[in-house]
């Protein structure tokens, strides 16, 4: 994928098919979106690219607003160069930008990136005050010689698919609900930074991950996790079993995200993780957290979660193999 930094750097002929968004999460109904992107630049011999903002619109709209984001924006067009996309524009927003109205901004689109046609969702909207609705969008394209193409949302058993809804379901700990919005296990990628090493003088080492505030961690409790270190990526993934949470039974006082791999180090690994990148990918919630009365209660805890994650995660992969096998 070819990646533009700013609308009015590019130059480009075209033809060019476009979506606009913020795309969190690039789930289930942004992939069928991109999908007849994709199909309709490949019709006309266009090329379909992908437009979306860093920082993320509400820093500059709503800035007292937390943020509680699925994916960075780097990551949005990843998965949007997997599904075929052949161009990725990550547009700073600014207040400026903000300002602009509905037909400057087309026409911007049309100048820098040689745009033909708009693929969207239904309640999309671009410009000062979202003033370039779908029927503004409609005009103005007929003048400027764009088409506009709607695409309805996807509905995963009568919901719709929506990154606030997955967000929802990722704070009540439904990993799996969220995954079936998603079409794939929901990820996090942190440093590993040092803890109070806790873990290691009861045999059970965990990698205390150093997540970015903005992203949304998936509610207090235990998990089945997949594992990558990012840093060697044709190394095979990992299982191990997450924690997420204040840690009550030793006195935490902070919200960490602690890892415990099986089996590790692994093939392919080094034994030191500190200051490397992880990405950790829920696969089912084991439980919530929980204070216990005694330390070896806990430890008695952890050892029976890492045996449900590791039945889990194994039960994961024969399915894998099977169906791979099938295929």
């Known amino acids: 994928m070819q990646i533009i930094r700013d609308i009015r750097e590019a130059t480009l002929p075209g033809p060019t098919f476009l979506t606009i968004g913020n795309f969190d999460g690039l789930h289930r109904g942004h992939q069928m979106l991109l999908e007849r992107l994709r199909q309709q630049a490949t019709a006309q011999a266009a090329s379909s690219a992908l437009l979306t903002f860093d920082p993320h619109p509400l820093t500059i709209l709503r800035p007292h607003l937390p943020l509680a984001l699925l994916t960075t924006p780097q990551e949005r067009l990843k998965l949007a160069?997997?599904?075929?996309?052949?161009?990725?524009?990550?547009?700073?927003?600014?207040?400026?930008?903000?300002?602009?109205?509905?037909?400057?901004?087309?026409?911007?689109?049309?100048?820098?990136?040689?745009?033909?046609?708009?693929?969207?969702?239904?309640?999309?909207?671009?410009?000062?005050?979202?003033?370039?609705?779908?029927?503004?969008?409609?005009?103005?394209?007929?003048?400027?010689?764009?088409?506009?193409?709607?695409?309805?949302?996807?509905?995963?058993?009568?919901?719709?698919?929506?990154?606030?809804?997955?967000?929802?379901?990722?704070?009540?700990?439904?990993?799996?609900?969220?995954?079936?919005?998603?079409?794939?296990?929901?990820?996090?990628?942190?440093?590993?930074?040092?803890?109070?090493?806790?873990?290691?003088?009861?045999?059970?080492?965990?990698?205390?991950?150093?997540?970015?505030?903005?992203?949304?961690?998936?509610?207090?409790?235990?998990?089945?996790?997949?594992?990558?270190?990012?840093?060697?990526?044709?190394?095979?993934?990992?299982?191990?079993?997450?924690?997420?949470?204040?840690?009550?039974?030793?006195?935490?006082?902070?919200?960490?995200?602690?890892?415990?791999?099986?089996?590790?180090?692994?093939?392919?690994?080094?034994?030191?993780?500190?200051g490397k990148t992880l990405s950790l990918a829920f696969v089912q919630r084991l439980r919530g957290e929980e204070r216990f009365d005694h330390l070896d209660s806990l430890i008695a805890q952890i050892r029976r979660d890492m045996i449900t994650a590791r039945a889990i995660l194994q039960t994961e992969t024969d399915q894998e193999t099977i169906s791979n096998t099938v295929d």
């Open 81 to 274: 160069a997997d599904q075929g996309i052949d161009l990725g524009v990550l547009q700073p927003f600014t207040p400026e930008l903000a300002q602009l109205e509905p037909r400057a901004f087309l026409q911007l689109l049309v100048h820098h990136l040689g745009l033909i046609g708009l693929t969207v969702g239904p309640d999309f909207a671009l410009g000062r005050n979202r003033g370039g609705n779908l029927h503004v969008l409609a005009k103005l394209g007929e003048e400027m010689g764009v088409s506009l193409d709607v695409v309805e949302p996807v509905r995963i058993g009568g919901e719709e698919v929506r990154s606030d809804a997955i967000r929802q379901a990722l704070r009540d700990g439904q990993v799996e609900r969220a995954s079936g919005m998603l079409g794939r296990d929901y990820s996090i990628s942190g440093r590993v930074v040092h803890g109070d090493q806790r873990g290691r003088t009861i045999g059970i080492p965990t990698a205390n991950l150093s997540i970015a505030p903005e992203r949304l961690l998936p509610a207090d409790g235990v998990y089945a996790t997949w594992v990558w270190a990012d840093e060697q990526p044709t190394a095979p993934r990992l299982a191990g079993v997450t924690n997420i949470g204040m840690r009550p039974t030793v006195g935490g006082t902070e919200r960490r995200v602690e890892c415990h791999i099986f089996d590790f180090p692994a093939p392919g690994h080094s034994d030191d993780l500190y």
